[in-house]
């Protein structure tokens, strides 16, 4: 199976900042400060999440219209892994994980919903990098 590149570049820039996300949430955690590369994977993941959750009409922005795609691809994996993590996503949750990613100097989230917001970005990050190589011959 072979992927396109338009495809492959959205995938390659999702799995990066996923993955910043994810280790961005543990520096926070940890006390630590985020560097300028961190905080606007933050502001694209919290465009990315507001179009993730299905519930959330408020955080549609046209600022990363590009994500469209890139959350129709996540969804299944982004309810599928907040189910395995026992993530109770209610309207309080996904608002203020939305603002933590959108603001994470003001960060709304406790360190246990920090630590479980990274692994459901870690989830999402395997499953885009996987399907990147996936597509080009190698699992």
């Keep these: 199976m ?77 309810y599928k892994n907040l189910l395995q993590f026992a993530i109770l996503l209610d309207n309080d949750y996904s608002e203020r994980t939305y603002q933590t990613l959108k603001s994470p100097k003001d960060c709304k989230l406790s360190n246990e919903e920090s630590l479980q917001i990274k692994t459901l970005f870690e989830a999402m990050h395997d499953y885009a990098l996987g399907t990147l190589q996936a597509g080009h011959g190698r699992v």
């Design 2 to 78: 072979f992927i396109n590149l338009q495809k492959t570049s959205e995938l390659i820039i999702a799995s990066s900042n996923l993955q910043t996300v994810a280790t961005g949430l543990q520096k926070i955690v940890d006390g630590n400060k985020l560097s300028d590369y961190e905080l606007e994977a933050f502001n694209w993941a919290g465009d990315l999440y507001g179009r993730l959750d299905w519930h959330s009409t408020l955080h549609r922005n046209n600022e990363h219209g590009e994500l469209e795609s890139l959350a129709s691809e996540l969804r299944d994996i982004f």
